[in-house]
């Protein structure tokens, strides 16, 4: 069976119905494919998730996008762990924390993937381009993700055997979406708030108030 999600988009006062896509490539022809821009604008951070399990190989995928992210010299200085094993997802969950409330039993992710960075925190940029990477592969494939970097990293660290020379960057959760947040573009609080129908909505600072051409221009009174 394909995996088709329809994401509603509300920004700006404009509507945008989008189809994406499944985990299975052989089913492409079914659906429409996503632009990469449709998967920048479309992702959004979830934390609700479906029980059905995200196969290795979808999984290989998505570590395989974020070995390919750009990185200061080439170092190339991540690790990857997968965390695939029921027993050790459980044991993952309760040393990560989530904004606007912590998931349900039968809503947790199914899965996690701890990046490692070389030299503490020196190559942070790096990292966030490979995770940023793994989120929008997993987004393209329907896979949800939230980028987590509140870690209990003591309790993660001893769980994954991480060895002291790497620093336990953040945790992407991961698992088949439960919830589908609504973004808004606004200039007023920042913070995602879900509603009483559980609904999560994120703000995002619209561009004109962020943008600026050959010099850096002060907001107007
Ligand atoms: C470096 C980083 C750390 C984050 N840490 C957490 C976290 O600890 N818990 C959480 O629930 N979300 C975390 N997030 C997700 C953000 O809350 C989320 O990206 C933001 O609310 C915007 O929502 P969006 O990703 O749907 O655009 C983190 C995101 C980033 C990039």
Known sequence: MPFTRTIMLTMAGVSLLIPSLRADTDTNRETERLTCMDVIMTRRSIRRFRPDPVDRETLR????AGSYAPSGGNRQPWEFIVVDTPALVDQVYPHVRWLGGDPPVGQRPTAYIAL????????ASSGGAAFQNMMLAAWERGVGSCC???????????????????HL???LALGYPAEDPAVHETA??????????????VPKRPLEDLIHFDRFTPPQE
């Open 61 to 64: 995928h998505i570590v395989k």
């Open 116 to 123: 490692l960075l070389q030299d503490g925190t020196r190559h």
């Open 148 to 166: 987590i970097g509140s870690i209990d990293r003591d309790q993660v660290n001893a769980l994954l055997e991480v060895p002291p020379e790497l």
């Open 169 to 171: 960057f953040v945790i």
């Open 188 to 201: 007023e609080s920042l913070r995602p708030t879900r509603d009483e129908h559980g609904v999560l909505h």
